[in-house]
Structure formats: C-alpha cells, structure tokens
C-alpha cells in the first residue's frame, strides 16, 4: 500500500510562513513528479508547485516569489515552504506524487492552510 502523509498547515496571519512535508511510503517504487495542489471552498483543486525528477520546478503565478517547492529523494518527501502569506492562500492542500513507471499517481488526504486577515 501507498501512502502520502502530509503536515505542517495550520492557522496563521497574513504575512506570516508555514512549511509543508509530505512523507510518501509503501511500494511507490521510484517517484518522478512531486507536487501541491490546493483546493478552497466552493473552487476547483488547482496545482500550487510542482517539481520533477530532474528538479525542474513549476510554479502558479499567484504564488512565484512566494512559495518554494523541494524535495528529498532519500525520505520519498516533498515540501512545501510558503512565506508572505495571503488570506487567499487558504484552502486544503494536497500532495500528489507521479511514478516514473507507468505514471501511476498518488494523493495524499490534504492538510488545512488557514490565513487570518
């Protein structure tokens, strides 16, 4: 069995930082993509960062300069470090990780980002 456990959302005021992980284990085999999504009420999941096997990274543009994308092949993990954040970034964030080998994906079961204004 796969798994994906995310952690580190919670509650902060706008201007403030968090930093996401997300562990993934089991019999993924090698992983290429490791990604955040988010997902806020009543819109639609969006992708937030992703980073490849290669460590090529993509960003949302309301994010760039904000946010920044690693990983850590050695523990399967990828994070998420979000500073200078915005009421807007409030949503449950996703990891997402795509195996090299048919492309097999896999989600994790989100962790709460709440801004304050």
């Known amino acids: 069995q796969v798994q994906l456990v995310e952690s580190g959302g919670g509650l902060v005021q706008a201007g403030g930082s968090l930093r996401l992980s997300c562990a993934a284990s089991g019999s993924i085999g090698s992983i290429n993509a490791m990604g955040w999504y988010r997902q806020a009420p009543g819109k639609q999941r969006e992708l937030v960062a992703v980073?490849?096997?290669?460590?090529?990274?993509n960003y949302a543009d309301s994010v760039k300069g904000r946010f920044t994308i690693s990983r850590d092949n050695a523990k399967n993990t990828v994070y998420l470090q979000m500073n200078s954040l915005k009421p807007e970034d409030t949503a449950v964030y996703y990891c997402?990780?795509?195996?090299?080998?048919?492309?097999?994906?896999?989600w994790g079961r989100g962790t709460q980002v709440t801004v304050s204004s």
């Open positions: 997402n990780v795509v195996t090299w080998i048919r492309e097999n994906s896999y």
């Open positions: 980073i490849t096997g290669f460590r090529s990274t």
